[in-house]
Every structure is written in structure tokens, then in C-alpha cells.
């Protein structure tokens, strides 16, 4: 009996020890960490010699048992079956041929939080500079925004915001940039897209200045570096809409489209291709009047054609006017005066109720007139006799029309054309000067 079970002794110890060196952890730990990602935690650990491959685990916070989640020859493993906002602990065991495995790297195992990536959602110009917005993570996160520049390969970071939009105020119009985000959480940081959001920056235009015409709109803007083209809008008063109005290439343009006495605010955006610089709300505001005043002033000349006789008169901005007659008979007309009778008026006065009939047409009415001397009063200087007359044109008078440059000849009264036949021949088709056109007594002067 001792030497049967002396027998099965010593072969129970034999197979117990082939049996343990089968499986002995005689191969090197990997020591592991985690961090962050794009779709997940990136699990990472070092390169273990003889290792042919690598079982990865993970243990929730909160749990004491580790799970196995796959195999592999790398040594990286992405976990995209993570939750946001929850910590994870993972672990490597290695592998080689035979079978042979290493311990888990326990000591040296760490939480990790999930961190999402926020997703970038647009980005767009601002009057203040490039806004880029992205969906929420997690609350009580702070977010960090990032700019790359054209041709560059670093990110540059700009700052924090606990916001889910950013607006980069330093960028420069007419480059472009490009934006990325990622979160930050519990001192863990998310992943961040690489490729990002990019644009130009395009800045308002701005010193926009906007000037009314008899019949149109002039706008202007100062150029912005970067833009192919410009886009005009206006608002009229009362509306809370604007209206698009058309593209230009120049820094500047017309509207034509107007109509007299109404208030309009405008206001222009830059733009390429798809590109878009932000407005101003408050655009420089004009209203188009009939005003007369864009035309005063100006000196006019009333003659008979034959040269011995004119009347002159200058009338103002605000609508006044001066002026004065002056006519000779030189020589001995029989009244005893050798050296002539001299007819002269000086006068002033003003015109009213001005308003605008057409695109080149005004109406006034006479409102006053008055003489330096009245008219029939006489004096004599150097054996001349000097009489003072009425103002010849302007007197008798209470209708005028003032006809602009542009008028289109066959539009002129009868008048005013066998007055002007000296400013207007039979070939031209608009007025070349101004013309104040007496209605009442048919007598017309030119500028």
C-alpha cells in the first residue's frame, strides 16, 4: 500500500507542476492610461515584448468587477459604449503564443470621466467678429474655442466660455479661420473635431453714408477687404422688414426707386460666394424731398436778345433772390440830357410754396419783392439822368417755374423756347442750363 500511494504521489506533484508553468504569469505587465476622444475614451497602454495580444477591460465607477471588452494586436482600444458625464477604469492584460498572460495593471489603473465632444453647429459673421456655435455637453461645463489660421497646422486657443457660442472679435477681415471646441469637465477633457468650422472674416461695411436726390438715392460705403460684392437693403418708415434691393460690385449705387417725401434707412452686407458679413440695423436714414435747394444756388440772365437791355438775378438756397435791371438810351434822345437816361433796378426778394412737378420741373409762387430804390425814382450823376425802373421779368409776376439741365426740350413751353432760341438750337434734345420761367407774364431767364 506505501508504495502504490508513494506512486501516485509522486505523479499527482509532476502533473501538479506542468501544469502551473503552463499558465504563470511570466509575461510583463502594460502599464495603461485613458483619456478623451472624439467618439469615445481612447484607451492606450505601453508595448509589452513578445506580446501577441492584448484582452482590454473596463470597470464602471461604482462597480468592483471588470468586464471584458475585446482583443487586439494594437495597443489602443476606442470604447465608444460609454455614457457622457459618467467615470470609467480600464485595464490591459497581455498575451503571447504559448498562452501566457500577464497580471492587470491595478496598480496603476485610473478613472477617466467621459467627456463628450461638442458638436459644432455654425458659424457665421457678427458685427462684433466670427461666431461659432456648438450643442451643449454636459452641465457644468466649461467649454475651450480654438482658432487655426489659414495654412497652419496649431491651434491657437482664444478662451473659455461656460456658453454654447463664441465670438472671436480679433479676426481679421478678409482671412480666413478656422474653429474648433472641446469640454472640459471635472479636470477631464473631451475630444475635439479636428477638421472644424471655417469662414472669412468679412466686417460690415461701414461709414455708410446716404444722400437724396431729386429722384433718386445715392449710398456709399467704405470697401471691405475680403468682399467681391456688396448687398443693399432698405426699410421704410414703419416697416420691420428689409427689403433686398440688389448686388453691386463698386462701394457704392443708386436707388431709383424711391418715391418723393417718404423716410427710408438703409444699410449694405458684404459678401463672397456664400459669404456673408453681418449689417447695421440703425442705417443712415434720408428722406427724399422735393428740394429745390440741391439745384441754388444759382445766377440767371434775362435778355431781349438784342443786348441793350437784361435783368439779373441770383437766387438762393433758402429760396431768395437778388437781382438788378439795367438799360441805357446814350446820346440825345431830345429830353436835354447829352450823355443818355440810365434805367436801373436794384431789388430782392423770395419765393414760396416751392414744389417738385416732375424730375426736372419745379413751381413757386412769388412771395415778395422789394426795390433799393422805388420804381420812377430819379437822380443824375456826370450830366446822365438815372431812373430807377421796375424788376423786369420778376415784377407782374406770381407763377414761375424753375426747368433743371436734363428737361427734355420738346416738354418746354412756347415761351421759353422763343426766349432761349440763343441757349437752344434745333438739334438738341434737353435743356443745357437752368431756366426761371415767368407763367404770368411769359418771359424767361437762363442761367
Known sequence: MKKICSLILIIAVVLSSFSVSAVAASIATPTTWASNDTVGIKVSWTAVSNAKKYNVYRRAAGSSSWIYLDTTTANVYLDDTVYNGNYYAYSVRAYDSAGNYSAYDKAKT?????????????????????????????????????????????????????????????????????????????????????????????????????????????????????????????????????????????????????????????TVRAARGNIFSDFYTNGPVVICKSDISRHLPIEMYFSSGAGGWGTVVEITKDCKFSGNFHDSNMGDTGYGYPNGTVYVCRFNGSFTNVRKINNYTYAMNLASLYYTEEPGYTWYEDGRRYISTGAYGIEDGDAFCLYTPDTPVNTLPQDVLDWGSWQIDDDSYYLGCYCLYNISQGLAFFS
Open 110 to 266: 485610473y478613472s477617466v470621466k467621459c467627456v463628450a465632444t461638442p458638436v459644432l453647429t455654425s458659424i457665421k459673421n457678427v458685427t462684433a467678429g466670427i461666431q461659432i456655435n456648438w450643442g451643449a455637453v454636459a452641465r457644468g461645463c466649461v467649454y475651450r474655442v480654438y482658432r487655426r489660421g489659414a495654412g497652419s497646422s496649431s491651434w491657437l486657443y482664444l478662451g473659455n466660455t461656460t456658453g454654447t457660442s463664441f465670438v472671436d472679435s480679433k479676426a481679421t477681415s478678409g482671412a480666413y479661420w478656422r474653429y474648433t471646441v472641446r469640454a472640459v469637465s471635472s479636470g477631464f477633457y473631451s475630444g475635439f473635431d479636428t477638421a472644424g468650422l471655417y469662414t472669412m472674416r468679412l466686417a460690415n461695411p461701414y461709414s455708410i453714408k446716404a444722400v437724396s436726390y431729386d429722384n433718386h438715392v445715392y449710398l456709399s460705403w467704405a470697401k471691405i477687404n475680403g468682399a467681391t460684392n456688396y448687398r443693399v437693403y432698405r426699410r421704410g418708415a414703419g416697416e420691420t422688414y428689409w427689403t433686398y434691393l440688389g448686388s453691386v460690385d463698386t462701394n457704392y449705387c443708386y436707388d431709383y426707386s424711391v418715391k418723393m417725401d417718404k423716410y427710408y434707412r438703409y
